[in-house]
């Protein structure tokens, strides 16, 4: 399957239907973009702009997809211009000519095309932003090359919902517990090592990596009170399967502390990333001035 035709499909499967809604996936185009404008997600993201780039009016969306960053950006008042290989009016650029049109944005342009190729001379974006992009880059270093280039002296880097794996283990687990990636085949992750060299080989300056539970923007729409349960949840989580295991007797203190303490030494801290693998990670970078 296409992109484009795992989303017509998972749009009928009942099973999918909250996916689809949170991934802001709906056939209604204008509703996943009010959702997205209104969410915590994009709160903060604004909010990091007006922190790193606080003068900034140009904004390159890279991988766009059905267009809910870009025209969020757009009827904030940016000038946005959208990079997106998909041409479909379901996930790509014909659906972003739709919400163009409905909306009346006269600050948006729509440009089919890869976030390794920008057809665009160098220094010319105040901000380049990828959501949930990055980590479909077929050459990541060119990738991020190309960003760098096109942003002006200081401009910001700043991409957002990435996953981040740990080895070729924890690709394969990411992988085959990815609930789109049996039908359209496209998901990948990189290591931190791997996002981080990128940007600082593209000459840029990494200012925060953010991991899983450092921002809302990488968990949304978890709420922030349940990630604070998280440690909480996991623990107990760990002590049913550690009675389930071994019987009851392991409940008894010292057994139980015993087996948490191994458990973080393997696997770190309760709401360390390796636990998971294909966490999301954000990272904000800046372009020196000349």
Known sequence: MTW?????????QPEYKDLVALSYLGKDLKSN??????????????KIIKDFAPNATSILDIGAGNGISSVSFALSGFEVTVIEPDTSVTVGCGAIEILKKDIGLSNLSIINSY????????????????RQAMHHA????TFINEAGRVLKPGGLLLTVRDHVIFGDEDRKEFLETHPLQKFYGGENAFTPKQYLSAIMNAGLVVKKHLKYYDSIINYFPVTASEVNNTAK???????QSMQKRFGSWVVNFPFLQLFELISRIKNGEWTDERRIPGRMNSFIALKGTL
């Open 138 to 141: 077929a050459h990541l270093g």
């Open 33 to 46: 973009v009010e959702r997205f404008k209104a969410s915590k997600e994009f709160e903060e993201t604004v």
């Open 233 to 239: 949840l996991m623990k107990e989580n760990f002590r």
């Open 115 to 130: 976030g390794e190729k920008l057809p665009f001379g160098n220094g010319l974006f105040d901000i380049v932003y990828a």
């Open 4 to 12: 484009e035709e795992t989303i017509l499909f998972i749009r009928e």
